[in-house]
């Protein structure tokens, strides 16, 4: 058996495999908000001991742990150079040897996305290409990129579509640069705005917010906003998709990759007609010639933390 760890900005997502894509025990906890790279250490302990707990076994039993980490990653050393999306991880931190000591297990490190796609390619809507790119659009905007047959991964940073500039001189993103996809598409980024505007517009995403027992504008928050008519939620997700479409045009005209899957919470969410959308918007930004199928991800929610168990050794 394997364990594989998603970590996002919102939620840790845990899983325990057989190896393959059947998952036979899981858990969830939300991501801490403060205390640093140490206070997730603890996080994505608890959240791996919730899933033994369901099997009833201890991390012994376990051949390896696989944690899918946002950002920059060096991965032979296990270290996380660099977080935009969770509080406090200012820089590099060595997750890997942090939780292996508290765990008592190896564990290996890759980048969240990659580990997404990599599940996408084995078990879900990328097994039948060999060139494809795959974009995951959540609480941050991540991707990842598979070129003959193989994931492409660079020096630790390969994929982050996220942090492809959307519009020079644009707004400043949680990572210091300007007019990236993710500083107009991320749900953070997202809700950043809607308050804003909801300073002088009538909207009904907080409300939903309250009415769901959030304190985040969840993907489904956004998705019972538009099933409303909201007028603010359809305009920020509709500029979000144009940043969107310039990042993903601009990468399908420089890799000619044979299909793009779109997943993560406001992804999959959203489902198949704001698909059409991006891909409309990507149209836009492609280099004339055979454009590219455009799938949704397959394995939901738990695609990441399956992809995570994929990187034990």
Known sequence: MKAGLDLGGTKIQAVITDGGADVLGQARRETPRKGGPEAVVRGLAG??????????IESSALQGVGVGAPGSIEPDAGIVVKVSNIAGWDAPFALGPALSAEIGA???????????VLAEHRFGAGRDYTSFLGVFWGTGVGGGIFIDGRMLVGRGSAGEIGH?????GGRLCNCGLEG????????????????????????VLFEIMEERGRD??????????????????????????????????SAVTLLDVEAVVVG??????LGAPWLARIEAAAARHTFF???????????GDLGGAIGASLLVR
């Open 106 to 116: 190896p564990v290996s490190i890759g980048n969240d996305v990659n580990a997404a």
């Open 164 to 168: 492809v500039c959307a519009k020079p």
């Open 289 to 299: 010639g055979q454009r590219p199928a455009y799938r949704l991800a397959e394995l």
């Open 47 to 56: 959240a791996l001991r919730d899933a033994l707990a369901e099997l009833a």
């Open 180 to 203: 990236c996809v993710e500083a107009y598409a991320g749900r953070g980024s997202l809700e950043v705005h809607a308050r804003e505007l909801a300073k002088d517009r009538d909207t």
């Open 264 to 269: 993560g919470g406001l992804g999959e969410r």
């Open 216 to 249: 985040r504008l969840t993907s489904g928050v956004w998705l019972r906003a538009l099933e409303r008519g909201d007028e603010v939620a359809e305009e920020l997700l509709l500029r979000a998709v144009e940043a969107l479409g310039v990042g993903i045009g």
